[in-house]
T-cell receptor, first 113, second 114 residues
Framework: GQQVMQIPQYQHVQEGEDFTTYCNSS?????IQWYKQRPGGHPVFLIQ?????EVKKQKRLTFQFGEAKKNSSLHITATQTTDVGTYFC?????????????FGEGTQLTVNP | KAGVTQTPRYLIKTRGQQVTLSCSPI?????VSWYQQTPGQGLQFLFE???????NKGNFPGRFSGRQFSNSRFEMNVSTLELGDSALYLC?????????????FGQGTRLTVV
């Protein structure tokens, strides 16, 4: 079936190191959205990429959407303890209707000070 | 403006009982979606409503049902609870129905079935 896969499942870094999580879809996505969930919290929208090959930056975060609109990545430069949480990618598949999102399994990031 | 409000925050129910969870979307948002989050299955789509009509449904049994009121407030009902229904239930509201709309999540209702 249609699914979105995300790796790695866990990532432990020292503060100041970089971090990258990768997202792959089994089929073409209409767009890719990224969410962050802090421990004990709820997913919070970070960004949406719509165009093939799109790259967006938010301070230390860089988001990419693949040319085929089937993969994406989130890169954090020089991690800080405030970056701790689980990062999810999610997207609506092109052929689905409405706002239904299929989420990746998430990458849980821990940052050692 | 106020975010998505979900009540109650925590619930403990016994197997076989039913439960009703409530969600008030952001004012002006007409699309409400529900997701179930568990450690093993991650975030799974339950259903989506727009203008009081179900528009999308995930792979969940009929024990999970929903109702959207004219003011967009939403209630999800789960009947004949099973132990596997223990999860964080997240409501998300969007301004409109469609692929390019941002989803705003509530804090969730954590349901424990014993």
């Amino acid at each position: 079936g249609q699914q979105v896969m995300q790796i790695p499942q866990y990532q432990h870094v020292q503060e100041g190191e970089d971090f990258t999580t990768y997202c792959n879809s089994s089929t073409t996505l209409s767009n890719i959205q990224w969410y962050k969930q802090r421990p004990g919290g709820h997913p919070v929208f970070l960004i949406q990429l719509v165009k093939s090959g799109e790259v967006k930056k938010q301070k230390r975060l860089t988001f990419q959407f693949g040319e085929a609109k089937k993969n994406s990545s989130l890169h954090i430069t020089a991690t800080q303890t405030t970056d701790v949480g689980t990062y999810f990618c999610a997207g609506p598949f092109q052929e689905t209707s409405g706002s239904r999102l299929t989420f990746g399994e998430g990458t849980q990031l821990t940052v050692n000070p | 403006k106020a975010g998505v409000t979900q009540t109650p925050r925590y619930l403990i129910k016994t197997r076989g009982q039913q439960v009703t969870l409530s969600c008030s979307p952001i004012s002006g948002h007409r699309s409400v979606s529900w997701y179930q989050q568990t450690p093993g299955q991650g975030l799974q789509f339950l259903f989506e409503y727009f203008s009081e009509t179900q528009r999308n449904k995930g792979n969940f049994p009929g024990r999970f049902s929903g109702r959207q009121f004219s003011n967009s407030r939403f209630e999800m009902n789960v009947s004949t609870l099973e132990l596997g229904d223990s999860a964080l239930y997240l409501c998300a509201s969007s301004l409109a129905l469609g692929h390019n709309t941002e989803a705003f999540f509530g804090q969730g209702t954590r349901l424990t079935v014993v």
